[in-house]
Nanobody, 120 residues
Framework: QVQLEESGGGLVQPGGSLRLSCAPS????????MGWYRQAPGKQRELVAV???????NYGGSVKGRFTISRDNAKNTVYLQMNSLKPEDTAVYYC?????WGTGDEYDYWGQGTQVTVSS
């Protein structure tokens, strides 16, 4: 089973920045798509951002213009740069890797989550 390891969460003041990172433990094949989702207390998990191996990105509406997703294909690592953070960004952020559709080897892996708290 693939383990995704997240880092970079924490407490930050409104208007501040954080950078999340996620990488699989051990050597693994290159994932087709990697991304971030988040879940706040009492709410459903929602898309934050996703990026394909070729660099195509998609963002959730509430983070456009403030968050930037990137990846290092050589390291199979995905990053999320979060700027201008707001209290409503407070949530557990989950890393995701997926792909393999139509091959019979589909995969959908999740990290354990990292807490991001935006508060003064």
């Amino acid at each position: 089973q693939v383990q995704l390891e997240e880092s970079g969460g924490g407490l930050v003041q409104p208007g501040g920045s954080l950078r999340l990172s996620c990488a699989p433990s051990g050597s693994i094949f290159s994932f087709y798509a990697m991304g971030w989702y988040r879940q706040a207390p009492g709410k459903q998990r929602e898309l934050v951002a996703v990026i394909t191996k070729r660099g195509t990105t998609n963002y959730g509406g509430s983070v456009k213009g403030r968050f930037t997703i990137s990846r290092d294909n050589a390291k199979n690592t995905v990053y999320l740069q979060m700027n201008s953070l707001k209290p409503e960004d407070t949530a557990v952020y989950y890393c995701n890797a997926m792909g393999g559709w139509g091959t019979g080897d589909e995969y959908d892996y999740w990290g354990q989550g990292t807490q991001v708290t935006v508060s003064s």
